[in-house]
């Protein structure tokens, strides 16, 4: 399926394309991700449980659920969606990231359907899932409004996005980029740039634009003492997450 440029910026691309190889090394250049996943997956998981009535501590609770990742990236939350049941696309605008997840991801006996593509062009394409989601990219696309229009036409009726990104303060340009940057050197420097950072009250105006109806948002904390990240109702001062839903 060709690659849609509606939203895609070419330059954000290439940046995550020179670090495809590297998506399963904890620690190198996705080392923040890989710290973060257990509470973004905490979070996801909740939220999927919730919104279908599904029982967490069954062997397979997404069982019947058309989950699609955008920016899926190496599949670092394709994989563990897939094991929990669901039947996931993970789709990227960077074509170097997808052979890197198809082959992890077989290594792993995990059937995952990886596509080169966009959310726009899976939209035009009719496609429609129960779960969309939408981490840490909207931070990255060229029309945030109509990326995430995009993703309201992927989902069903009833259906959860949960999406991810950065708060816009004095805070996140010192933990995000100086911070991971250029003092832990965690992500190559220009990884994320500032302005394109969006704040919780935009994301949220943006969200009811494109024609969701969001129903949750929460913090997600570093703590430098015990080295771990924690799910906070009250500080999304840094990275933050949503849940919307498509109106039924």
């Excluded at 190559?188 to 109806?213: S, V």
Aim: hydrophobic share 45%; aromatic share 8%; net charge negative.
């Amino acid at each position: 399926m060709p690659v849609s440029q509606t939203t895609v910026d070419p330059a954000e691309v290439a940046k995550f394309e020179a670090m495809a190889a590297d998506w399963w090394d904890p620690s190198g250049k996705f080392k923040p991700l890989h710290m973060l996943n257990p509470c973004r997956l905490d979070y996801i998981c909740t939220q999927i449980a919730t919104e279908y009535d599904r029982d967490l501590k069954a062997q397979r609770p997404f069982e019947g659920l058309r989950l699609l990742d955008i920016g899926c990236g190496g599949g670092l939350l394709s994989e563990p969606m897939a094991r929990l049941g669901a039947e996931v696309v993970g789709a990227d605008a960077a074509a170097r990231n997808i052979p890197v997840a198809q082959i992890h991801a077989e290594q792993m006996g995990l059937d995952i359907d990886y596509r080169n593509t966009t959310a726009e062009a899976l939209a035009e394409a009719g496609e429609r899932f129960d779960v969309v989601l939408n981490m840490e990219v909207v931070e990255h696309v060229a029309d945030p409004l109509a990326y995430l229009t995009a993703c309201h036409d992927l989902l069903k009726p009833g259906g959860l996005q949960v999406c991810s990104t950065i708060n816009r303060n004095p805070k996140s340009y010192a933990m995000a980029i100086f911070g991971a940057e250029v003092v832990m050197r965690w992500l190559p420097r220009g990884t994320h740039e500032w302005n394109k950072f969006i704040t919780p009250d935009e994301l949220f105006a943006l969200l009811e634009q494109a024609g969701l109806r969001p129903v949750d948002r929460k913090g997600f904390v570093f703590n430098p003492i015990s080295w771990a990240w924690r799910l906070s109702d009250r500080d999304l001062s840094v990275n933050y997450v949503t849940a919307s839903l498509r109106p039924e």
